[in-house]
């Protein structure tokens, strides 16, 4: 597990400062088809993988560039669904657990693909804040459902709805990022998690890595062609969701 851990978290942290938070997508598929992890551990985990590593993003970024309303806003209505969603990874097999998360992968690599979020579509659909709140409560429950930050659906929703520009939409949702994971991770200590069942030691490289990868990628996020990074990325999570899927049914 050691061994592996230091390129997973590395591969995480970095593109978690490329293409802001909605690089913590990597966090618990790859320790499930790579680390072996059953979903529920590797959710957890990935809980706190975001947590660290979203804080090291944010460490290079200019914290001029957030909106304070927006962030209360989405922390707010997030909480409403990260118990949910934890309650629900109790209540579903590993399996079904698989094809949810691949389901979601597709998902947002379709919208990394087509570019939503871009500067060009700024506000596309302003004045339908009602959408931004389902967003807000949809990322809190997969958050506590998957471990998944959620960027890559605040992001968009932050600048086609409430007209934010990609800098500040992409500061703007780590910190929500942060707050989530830290009410998913609380939650789960309020059920009674055992954490002393966990691979910490692992857990705890790839958390080191991805502190150090995420540094990196914010250095040089502004160096690389967006266009491109956010192409391959959605590549990646589409091979990722389809591996997923194959390890669902083939047990």
């Known amino acids: 597990m050691l061994l592996i851990a230091i390129p997973i978290g590395i591969l995480i942290g970095i593109l978690l400062g490329l293409v802001g938070s909605g690089g913590s997508l990597l966090g618990t598929p790859l320790l499930i088809l790579v680390g072996g992890f059953s979903f529920y551990d590797a959710s957890?985990?990935?809980?706190?993988?975001?947590?660290?590593?979203?804080?090291?993003?944010?460490?290079?970024?200019?914290?001029?560039?957030?909106?304070?309303?927006?962030?209360?806003?989405?922390?707010?209505?997030?909480?409403?669904?990260?118990?949910?969603?934890v309650l629900t990874s109790h209540a579903i097999s590993n399996e079904q657990a698989k094809i949810i998360l691949s389901c979601l992968l597709v998902g947002a690599g379709f919208l990394a693909w087509n570019g939503f979020g871009r500067a060009?579509?700024?506000?596309?659909?302003?004045?339908?804040?009602?959408?931004?709140?389902?967003?807000?409560?949809?990322?809190?429950?997969?958050?506590?459902?998957?471990?998944?930050?959620?960027?890559?659906?605040?992001?968009?929703?932050?600048?086609?709805?409430?007209?934010?520009?990609?800098?500040?939409?992409?500061?703007?949702?780590?910190?929500v990022v942060i707050f989530n994971a830290l009410a998913s991770i609380l939650f789960r200590v309020a059920q009674g998690v055992d954490f002393s069942a966990y691979q910490w030691a692992g857990t705890g490289v790839i958390v080191a890595s991805a502190l150090v990868g995420s540094l990196l990628g914010s250095h040089f996020s502004k160096l690389l062609n967006r266009s491109v990074v956010q192409r391959v990325f959605s590549i990646l999570l589409f091979g990722l969701a389809a591996a997923l899927i194959i390890r669902a049914f083939s047990g």
């Open 120 to 175: 060009g579509m700024k506000g596309a659909v302003k004045n339908q804040q009602w959408l931004g709140a389902i967003a807000f409560v949809f990322v809190g429950f997969m958050t506590g459902l998957t471990g998944i930050g959620g960027g890559y659906l605040l992001v968009p929703s932050l600048i086609l709805i409430y007209g934010l520009g990609f800098t500040k939409a992409v500061t703007t949702s780590l910190i």
């Open 44 to 85: 957890t985990s990935a809980l706190f993988i975001v947590l660290v590593s979203s804080i090291g993003a944010l460490v290079l970024r200019d914290k001029k560039e957030i909106s304070l309303r927006l962030i209360v806003w989405a922390v707010a209505l997030g909480t409403l669904g990260t118990p949910l969603g």
